[in-house]
């Protein structure tokens, strides 16, 4: 059964007519009304378990107070919150795992609505998942790997799925699957008017639209999903470790080797800060180790690597080694970091990165290849403007050392185009770098589903 309001069909109305909520509307701001309108929790300041749920996933944001905190909320309680923040003027965000790069599932002084509690979990028999917004990565692979399905999804064990689906999903498969939200056929919205919507290709057509990349919190809060997936499907992991000293030449290598590589190929590297930097590349490969080699070959051919580690592995326990869960997972207890992205469509000076991490006591560059199935998709066909890129870039540097580093590797990597989901409240004309050419076409279904700017955020489309 899917999260909400179980069989009940409120087709148009909204939930405070269908509830009777709408004889609250003289609501005064009054959170301790709104505590007692919940079928959920509403945690305020002062209460025993405030500060722990308050905080989110990174550090730098701990500082940050909600007003309130929703928990276990419902699809009614999603809509009780929505109109209560709409009548106060109070700040709205939804959290899903609480990992925004911005903070923004923490508004100070406003209301977060807790999604955890929308974890359900369904594959049918024809493989189509349904899955609740507060649904962590760890919980979905599990439960795909019981099915035998696959979705190419974030490889972060506590990430929410409505985060990085709404932002477009970069994946370890993504070059022979595409992203996340590729593979969105539907979802359960309630937008701020407390209407609940089921979006998809044939009813409310640009919602859906916006829904596959346009960023998470911008047009309402989706309370599920629903997904095609593919049969599962056993990969090859590898690893590749080289000398400090061959740094410069072997990222040069490797970005003239992974843009002529197969989809079943996909491939990460990161370039970390030191003295000198270091050098590392992995991924996976959708078929066996011999078939693997003659690729790894070619890469190794120029510059030789100081350890290479192949592991064929099923899928479950690919993504289990990627979420760093193998053997078992280590408790996620958050961690400060500040992180930018920019998208490059052509190869980047690695002289240039080398020398912006050399010296550096933290941060690095992480680069994931595109194309493939990514590729072959329209760059309007869904929000996710980037489908031309060869790579992702992440610039992510732990504090103290902070923004004015982030900036500079950040800007030094290349210009213009960024990735939403690493969001970053420092990016240059961020609205540009995260949406180019369906900026206009998003901000008109903003406008149409937000026109009051419940939604609104520093980085909102609202």
């Not at 056929?185 to 859906?208: G, W, Y």
């Not at 080289?242 to 040069?252: E, K, M, R, V, Y």
Request: aromatic share 8%.
């Amino acid at each position: 059964m899917e999260p909400g309001v179980g069989d009940v069909d409120f087709g148009r109305r909204t939930f405070m007519q269908a509830t009777g909520l709408a004889a609250l509307g003289v609501w005064q701001h009054d959170w301790h009304r709104l505590r007692r309108a919940l079928t959920g929790r509403l945690v305020l300041p002062g209460d025993a378990d405030y500060d722990r749920v308050r905080r989110p996933f990174n550090t730098v944001y701990a500082h940050r107070r909600p007003a309130a905190v929703a928990l276990r909320a419902d699809e009614s309680d999603v809509a009780r919150c929505l109109e209560f923040a709409a009548r106060h003027d109070v700040p709205v965000a939804a959290r899903s795992g609480g990992h925004s790069y911005g903070g923004y599932s923490t508004p100070e002084d406003g209301l977060v609505v807790d999604l955890a509690a929308l974890d359900t979990i369904h594959v049918d028999g024809n493989g189509t998942l349904t899955v609740g917004a507060g649904t962590r990565m760890l919980d979905l692979y599990r439960e795909l790997g019981r099915a035998g399905r696959l979705l190419p999804a974030g490889s972060c064990p506590d990430v929410g799925i409505g985060g990085l689906a709404l932002g477009g999903g970069i994946s370890v498969v993504a070059r022979k699957y595409g992203l996340t939200c590729d593979h969105l056929v539907a979802a359960r919205v309630v937008t701020p008017d407390t209407v609940l919507r089921r979006p998809d290709a044939h009813t409310e057509p640009d919602l859906f639209w916006a829904l596959r990349g346009g960023g998470g919190g911008n047009f309402g809060v989706v309370t599920s999903f629903t997904f095609d997936t593919a049969p599962a499907h056993d990969l090859v992991v590898f690893d590749l470790q080289f000398p400090a000293a061959a740094t410069t030449d072997a990222f040069g290598a490797w970005q003239e080797w992974m843009v002529d590589t197969p989809d079943d190929l996909w491939t990460a590297c990161n370039v970390q800060s030191g003295t000198p930097p270091t050098f590392s590349c992995g991924g996976t490969w959708a078929g066996t180790p011999d078939t693997l080699k003659p690729f790894l070959d070619r890469l190794t051919a120029e510059v030789a690597p100081s350890s290479l580690t192949v592991r064929p592995l099923d899928y479950l326990s690919a993504m289990l080694h990627f979420a760093g869960c193998l053997p078992a997972c280590t408790p996620a207890e958050g961690e400060a970091f500040v992180a930018s992205s920019r998208m490059l469509h052509r190869p980047v000076d690695p002289a240039r990165v080398v020398a912006l991490l050399h010296g550096r006591r933290s941060g690095r560059a992480q680069f994931d290849s595109f194309g493939g199935a990514i590729a072959r998709v329209r760059p309007d066909a869904t929000p996710f403007p980037h489908r031309g890129a060869i790579a992702s870039a992440q610039a992510y540097v732990t504090v103290p050392e902070a923004r004015g580093i982030l900036a500079d590797v950040r800007d030094g990597i290349g210009h213009g185009t960024g990735y939403v989901n690493y969001i970053d409240p420092d990016m240059p004309d961020w609205r540009t770098a995260y949406y180019s050419r369906n900026l206009p076409r998003l901000r008109h279904v903003a406008r149409r589903y937000d026109p009051d700017r419940v939604l609104a955020f520093p980085q909102g489309l609202a």
